[in-house]
């Protein structure tokens, strides 16, 4: 079993950043992608990146254009997504999820293919 637990949201201004974390544990070897989603009120959670088990790939949502990074720490069991220049339509409930094992691509794309989630944590964007 592994639990994935998030942290670092809060209320940033636009333009501002925010580094948001997750720490895995449990019965884990890291081999599984991990994923960052978002679901905003009224909308259907979403995909924001990804990265894939041995950290040499990643992918990010369309609407990302630059502005983020994500990576990880395996012998630390940790991931980071850097959120820079945030804007409100990024406001949401963001997850860590860890998954893909035996996925066709090692930076899946789809929220069916993640077994493991965390709690999420807000991240609001506001003046």
């Known amino acids: 079993q592994v639990r994935l637990v998030e942290s670092g949201g809060g209320l940033v201004q636009p333009g501002g950043s925010l580094r948001l974390s997750c720490t895995a544990s449990?019965?884990?070897?890291?081999?599984?992608?991990l994923g960052w989603f978002r679901q905003a009120p009224g909308k259907e959670r979403e995909f924001v990146a990804v990265?894939?088990?041995?950290?040499?790939?990643?992918s990010y949502g369309a609407f990302v254009k630059g502005r983020f990074t994500v990576s990880r720490n395996n012998a630390e069991n940790t991931g980071d997504l850097q959120m820079n220049n945030l804007q409100p339509e990024d406001t949401g409930v963001y997850y860590c999820?860890?998954?893909?094992?035996?996925?066709?691509?090692?930076?899946?794309?789809?929220?069916?293919?993640?077994?493991?989630w965390g709690q999420g944590t807000q991240v609001t964007v506001s003046s």
């Open positions: 999820a860890g998954g893909g094992i035996g996925a066709r691509t090692s930076t899946p794309l789809d929220r069916e293919e993640y077994d493991y």
């Open positions: 449990g019965s884990t070897d890291n081999k599984f992608a």
């Open positions: 990265i894939s088990s041995s950290g040499l790939s990643s």
